[in-house]
C-alpha cells in the first residue's frame, strides 16, 4: 500500500473516531459542516481525501484542532510503516 493511501485510511479512521465521539451520524456532520454525507463517507474509508478547506470545515462542529489531528494521524503512519 502506497504511503498516500495509508495517511488516507488512517486520517478517515481518526475522523470517525472524532465524530463518533461527538456521538454523531455522518447527515448530522455533514448538515453542520455543509459536506455532503456520502462524500464523508468516503473519507472515513480512505477512499478520498480532503482538501483543507473541508477539512477547516469539519473542524468546528468535531471540535477538531487540525494541528494536532495531522500530527496524530502522522504518528499512527509511522507505527504502520515501521
Known sequence: ?????????LLGKRLRQKRREQKMTLREL???ADVDDNYLGKIERGQKNPS?????KLSDPLELNLHYLIHEVIEDMEGELQ
Open 52 to 56: 483543507l478547506y473541508i477539512f477547516s
Open 1 to 9: 500500500m502506497k504511503e498516500k493511501e495509508i495517511f488516507g485510511k
Open 30 to 32: 455533514g448538515i453542520m
